[in-house]
């Protein structure tokens, strides 16, 4: 309660709630509601998505038809799951190029877990170990030897895509538990108003590989569960705060008593998991495994493309899961696109590289607007 002095000299009290001279905030108007939403960190790569998305819907009338939206799916899904977990690391200062090697190394470990007899949920669990020690030796070299990130990842890229050639013999192998079974069906159908029964035969694969990829819209679905649950561990948890003050500056983490070395190795682990089980994913939904080292290489560098181009800063120190997905999404949009729109193969990637580097543009000049006016959270 605030007082004023009389001219008697006795304090008189103001109502505390009268705020009558107190000016009323002004409603932001819509342009003013565009700005805050451009400036989020989300905002830009999310308006150049769509953009995109219209431009192809106009350009290609086959592009929003049902069936081939569908098809889009494995193009922008799986990424986003890498994505969320070169997040993780790129808030820490940290980054992970081994994730493609990782990507094909878990799946030819299921498979040789199967081999030597165990189940499917056994042979999951065990070679999701396999891609979590992977980002422990990750972790361990950057943070107790020293060595820098980006060589410790690009060695145990490698290394472990060697590993997976010395496995497989450099062989093909049917993804086990994928396997497609045929069964026979009772149709009822009506003809010239009489019901006829009528078998078909359907193909079908089991319930462990529907819900670990090979379902229509299961690495949609594993997507979004993972992109929101990362997104709440960067913004609600201690664990995401820690991060963030690891990759802002890691010696006034470490003199705040964040202990930086089990941050970082704890983030590597989650990003290898991540790339281990799209590994299995994507197997599961192809039905088998093929060793292609280049292949990894590619889906490494689209993994960090989409977290990059989604708002996620190399220095580390901010980042967002959301953004990785949009920029996951956007990529999946270009690259479909293009291809529905009958662009030669020789020029794909050059459109591609042109379009990330104008939404990298976008998104520098966002940053710098964002943190002019004082929204840089």
Same mark, same amino acid.
């Given at each position: ?163 997976? +050639? *010395? &496995?497989?013999? %450099?062989?093909? =192998? ?9 069964? !026979? #069906?009772? $149709? ?35 997507? +979004? *569960? &993972?992109?929101? %649950?990362?997104? =709440? ?9 820690? !991060? #963030?003050? $690891? ?131």
């Amino acid at each position: 309660m605030s007082s004023t002095r009389t001219p008697g000299g006795a304090p008189s009290s103001a109502p505390a709630g009268d705020t009558a001279s107190e000016p009323r905030a002004a409603r932001p108007g819509a342009k003013e509601m565009a700005l805050r939403f451009l400036t989020l960190r989300e905002g830009s790569i999310i308006v150049v998505t769509i953009l995109a998305a219209i431009y192809f819907t106009v350009k290609v009338p086959a592009f929003p038809k049902p069936g081939n939206l569908d098809t889009l799916l494995p193009y922008f899904a799986p990424f986003a799951i890498l994505a969320v977990g070169e997040v993780m690391l790129m808030v820490a200062g940290e980054i992970d190029l081994s994730i493609g090697s990782v990507y094909l190394f878990t799946p030819y470990m299921f498979y040789e877990f199967n081999q030597a007899g165990l189940g499917l949920v056994l042979c999951l669990i065990l070679s999701l170990l396999c891609a979590g020690v992977v980002g422990v030796l990750n972790g361990v070299f950057t943070e107790y030897f020293g060595v820098s990130s980006f060589i410790t990842t690009l060695g145990m890229l490698l290394a472990v895509g060697g590993l997976t +050639l *010395i &496995i497989s013999h %450099a062989q093909p =192998v049917a993804m086990p538990g994928a396997e497609v079974t045929s069964h !026979t #069906v009772n $149709v009822t159908k009506v003809v010239n108003g009489q019901s006829i029964t009528l078998q078909e035969h359907v193909n079908s694969v089991g319930t462990f590989a529907n819900i670990f990829g090979a379902g229509k819209y299961s690495e949609l679905i594993w997507a +979004l *569960i &993972i992109v929101a %649950a990362v997104q =709440v561990l960067l913004s609600l948890t201690r664990w995401g705060m820690y !991060t #963030v003050s $690891v990759g802002g500056n890691k010696l006034a983490a470490a003199e705040a008593g964040i202990n930086v070395r089990f941050v970082v190795i704890r983030n590597f682990i989650l990003c290898s998991s991540l790339a281990g089980l799209v590994g299995i994913f994507e197997a599961m939904r192809s039905t088998s495994v093929t060793p292609d080292t280049a292949g990894a290489s590619e889906t490494m560098f689209r993994a960090v493309s989409a977290a990059v181009i989604g708002g996620t800063l190399l220095a580390g120190g901010e980042g967002t899961a959301v953004g990785a997905l949009f920029g996951a999404l956007f990529l999946g949009i270009l690259r479909y696109g293009l291809t529905l729109e009958g662009v030669n193969a020789d020029y794909l990637d050059f459109i591609l590289g042109v379009a990330i580097l104008v939404a990298m543009v976008i998104n520098v000049y966002v940053g710098r607007v964002r943190k002019g006016s004082g929204r840089a959270g």
